[in-house]
């Protein structure tokens, strides 16, 4: 993995780039909110084993990349993708995004399609945030992060493994790496609570159906479903509406899957999103 960085007007990006020189066709992988690019690793080498080399972006506010006082929504980091792609001469990606970041890439792809030659959603680009809550206020404080401080380093990857034991360690401290150890050993979030609230709230007002429609690349939707069959159909039925919007679509749901799903299964991921190469 080599570590790059791309300057914006406002914001420095990192992105880690994976299998330099691979012939085959580019994946650009984009994490979800409050997450970063490091949970992308496996999925990562699994595609550059298969040829293909891979960009993983830490979106701003997030993972190693800068912290603005402005830009915390979609429009905005789809624009960010598009300024990686200029600044790292990357043409006809396969942009993949996972969570909120298939929000972003829904939108990304929508409004550059002359940079992407097919786009892969996991488990996201279909959040309608105002389809599932009654208001704002609702949303708000469902949505609202919980404060870690004065959690422990330690206590943090511990509670981890315990809720995901079928996760490996490297997604286990990926995930750790959403937030900051500091010296005395406590946790800080790298993306703050009113940053990521205004993420959410832009997800409330800007959904994605204006989008889907305009998207010519091809498309796989890779659900989660939960084991609990009322939230299951209710994640087939926004899933549905997203595959009839979008003009080229086929699903491939995983029964039982995490939210995080290239945390949980990135082998198996990574062997879908090489359909989108052929």
């Not at 880690?16 to 992988?29: C, K, T």
């Not at 994490?31 to 699994?46: F, I, K, M, P, R």
């Not at 989660?224 to 039925?237: G, I, K, S």
């Not at 749901?253 to 990574?270: N, T």
Request: charged residues 20%; proline residues 7%; aromatic residues 6%.
């Amino acid at each position: 993995m080599r570590p790059l960085h791309v300057t914006l007007p406002d914001a420095v990006l990192s992105v880690r780039h994976f299998g330099e020189g691979a012939p085959g066709r580019g994946f650009l992988l984009v994490h979800g909110l409050a997450s970063n690019a490091q949970l992308w690793d496996e999925t990562a080498t699994a595609l550059v084993a298969a040829g293909h080399p891979t960009w993983a972006v830490d979106l701003r506010g997030h993972g190693d990349s800068t912290l603005p006082d402005r830009g915390f929504d979609t429009a905005t980091a789809a624009n960010d993708l598009a300024a990686v792609c200029a600044a790292l001469d990357l043409q006809s990606v396969i942009a993949v995004g996972q969570s909120w970041g298939g929000n972003v890439v829904v939108r990304f792809a929508a409004e550059h399609p002359d940079l992407v030659s097919a786009v892969a959603l996991v488990d996201g680009g279909w959040i309608d945030l105002a389809g599932e809550f009654a208001d704002w206020a609702d949303c708000e404080q469902a949505l609202r992060p919980p404060s870690v401080d004065g959690m422990r380093a330690g206590d943090l990857e511990a509670y981890l493994r315990k809720a995901h034991p079928d996760w490996s360690d490297a997604a286990v401290s990926a995930t750790a790496y959403n937030l900051r150890e500091l010296p005395d050993g406590t946790v800080e979030r790298r993306l703050p609570i009113p940053r990521h609230m205004e993420i959410v709230r832009d997800m409330w007002y800007h959904p994605v159906w204006d989008w889907l429609p305009r998207i010519t690349a091809p498309t796989l939707l890779l659900p989660a479903l939960p084991n609990d069959p009322v939230r299951a159909e209710r994640t087939r039925a926004r899933v549905d509406r997203a595959a009839t919007a979008l003009p080229d679509a086929r699903v491939q749901a995983y029964a039982g899957g995490d939210h995080d799903l290239h945390a949980q299964r990135p082998k198996e991921l990574a062997a879908d999103l090489l359909s989108l190469a052929g």
